[in-house]
Structure formats: C-alpha cells, structure tokens
C-alpha cells in the first residue's frame, strides 16, 4: 500500500454496481451520486488507498433491523420500476444494489472489529437512515448504518454509537434503537423539516431513554453553529458513553447550497465534524469508526465534501486542533437550549 500502515489507514467498500439503482429522471438521489463516489475511489486507489468491493448483506443481518416481510417485500422488486412511496422507488437491479449497500456498512464492521484497520468508509446509495423496520421511505430502501451498528452488537460489542450529521434526521435509525441503552443514536438536522421527527424531546423510551440525542437546528446552520453544538452536548455525551465503536452517517446535504437542505456547512466544516469524532475514537475505542454515506445531492458539492472527510478517516490530524471560524452560532446555541433540560437527567452536561 505505498508504505501506508495499514493498521491505521482508512478502507474504502464501494462498488460500481451502485449506478445500477435507478430513480425517475430528475429526481436528486441519481445514479450520477454513484459516478462521482467512483471518481473519488479511483482517486484514493491511485494513492495507494485500499478500495474494496463488498458483499451483499444476509438476510438474516437484514433481519436484525427490519421485518421479515419487509425484506421479503423488497426482494419482490428484484426485476422491476416500482414506487414505494411518493419519493422512493426501485428498478430492476434496485434490490442487489440495496443488498450491496447494507453489505457494505457490514464489511465495515467486520474490518474494524477483525483489527484489519481502525477506519473504514462505506461509499454506497441507495442512503439508508430513513428506512425503518417494515418501511422504505426519504429514498431508502435498507438502514445500511442500523443494519451495521446491530451487526457490531451480534459480534459481541456492549457499547456502539451512531453520529448522523446528514441534514435530515435519521428516523429510521432513532426508532430502530429508541428502547435499546447499548446503541446511542445522535443527531444533528435541520428542523423543522423532512420527515418531521428529531425534536429535541425525543430522548428514548424504557431502557433507552436519555440514549437518542437529538440536535434540531433552524435553517441556515454554518460550521459555528454546529462545532458549539457538538462541543457543548454531542462530545461530552459521547464521552460518557464510551462506545467501543462510532458509526457516523455521513450525509453531506447540510452543505451550503444543497438543493435539499437549508444549512450553510463547508467541506472543511465536515472534516473538522470528522476529525472531533475521529479523535474522541481514538480516545475510547482505539480509533474505531466506520462511516457510511447517507445524502449529498450536489455532485460537485458531494465530491469536495468526500474529498475534504476521506483524509481525516485516512489519518490526517491537521483539523482536529481546527476551529471553525469565529462568529456568532445562534443556531447551534438553539439547539443546545433546547436539548440540554431534557438530557441533563442522563448525563453530565
């Protein structure tokens, strides 16, 4: 590999198969998504990264997160343009590809956790975190980064965490382990907005209460913004927690002029995003951390983006003593209000 170390470099899945999913023509989430997350792994192969082709995911990995009759629903389409909902649809090789995807998050996984690598970076579409247990939606088909998290914990792992900083909140994902305290689920979005859920008050129920951490933000979030929100609640709850591993659902559609967001992040705003996570990992859990990309609809925007995140997972410390640019954070102070009254009976905030 170049004389990269191979313990603490980054491994990349992904594969070209991912342009065979097909939406109708103009919708965002295009098959176009998966040519420039190619251009970016040519890119690192050329390199000397490690760029993987994945597996599809089991069903019973499927399982862990989703109905049996949903699975069995979407194997259906295999072979066929169906709508599921009113944004969200398959082509014929739509449930290969979804099966790809989910298998994707789960290599991950296994590479980490086999101590092939700290990092590993899941290039993959459809997204997933919208998807619920018995429910395509938000142009989801299988809950790739819910699917890896309860993949980690069947390999034994007491402890995992799910940063979502996607500019939709990750339905999908809180209600898949709202009552579970080994999986804690954060999140931070624009709100309100697409699906609707994400309130500051969603905190968990039973077991799981205090363990989902939800950061709504008004539109029009910058890089402040969202550096004082994960400073101030996110990093200090993650310290608490101390997950064995961190999963981040790595959606770059909070960046500014996403044609389906309202937030003002730059690339570099994501790669200091990463880096804080990366660097509270290796602090806690040797450095593991598994991203999976989630959304992302400008392709010019999704390449910089990938581009400015892949050296941070790869081993670049230059952000992590970064600050974003000073300036006023109302947003990030709003969403810090809002989620502090109902978090402080869970941790020390």
Request: proline fraction near 6%; charged fraction near 25%.
């Amino acid at each position: 590999m170049s004389g990269r170390d191979e313990v603490s470099s980054l491994a990349v899945f992904t594969s070209d198969r991912f342009a065979d999913h097909l939406n109708p023509p103009g919708h965002p989430e295009r098959l176009e998504r998966a040519e420039v997350m190619q251009v970016v792994a040519s890119e690192f192969r050329r390199n000397g990264g490690d760029v993987r082709e994945p597996r599809p995911a089991t069903e019973e990995e499927l399982a862990r997160v989703h109905d049996p009759e949903y699975i069995s629903l979407i194997s259906e389409t295999a072979g066929r343009a169906t709508a599921l909902d009113a944004d969200t649809f398959t082509s014929p090789d739509s449930y290969e590809v979804a099966l790809l995807a989910a298998g994707a998050a789960v290599g991950c996984v296994d590479h980490v956790l086999d101590g092939r690598g700290r990092r590993a970076l899941a290039m993959v579409r459809p997204p997933g975190h919208h998807a619920e247990r018995n429910r395509a939606m938000g142009f989801c088909l299988f809950n790739n980064i819910a699917v890896a998290a309860a993949h980690a914990r069947a390999r034994g792992l007491a402890r995992v965490a799910i940063v979502d900083y996607d500019v939709h909140h990750g339905n999908g994902t809180q209600w898949s382990f709202y009552d579970d305290p080994s999986v804690l689920f954060i999140s931070s979005h624009q709100y309100p907005y697409y699906p609707g859920t994400g309130a500051a008050t969603e905190t968990g129920t039973g077991d799981g209460a205090g363990f989902t951490v939800n950061l709504p933000m008004d539109a029009g979030g910058t890089d402040a913004d969202y550096e004082l929100a994960y400073a101030t609640v996110a990093l200090p709850v993650l310290r608490q927690f101390r997950p064995e591993l961190i999963l981040i659902s790595a959606g770059f559609d909070a960046l500014d002029d996403d044609p389906l967001g309202g937030m003002r992040l730059t690339p570099e705003g994501f790669a200091r995003l990463t880096a804080t996570i990366c660097a509270l990992a290796d602090e806690c859990c040797d450095g593991r951390v598994v991203a999976v990309t989630e959304g992302g609809y400008d392709l010019g925007g999704l390449a910089g983006c990938l581009r400015a995140v892949i050296p941070v997972l790869d081993g670049d410390t230059s952000f992590a003593s970064e600050r974003a640019p000073e300036g006023p954070a109302p947003r990030g102070r709003g969403a810090i209000e809002a989620a502090l009254p109902g978090l402080r009976r869970y941790w020390q905030l």
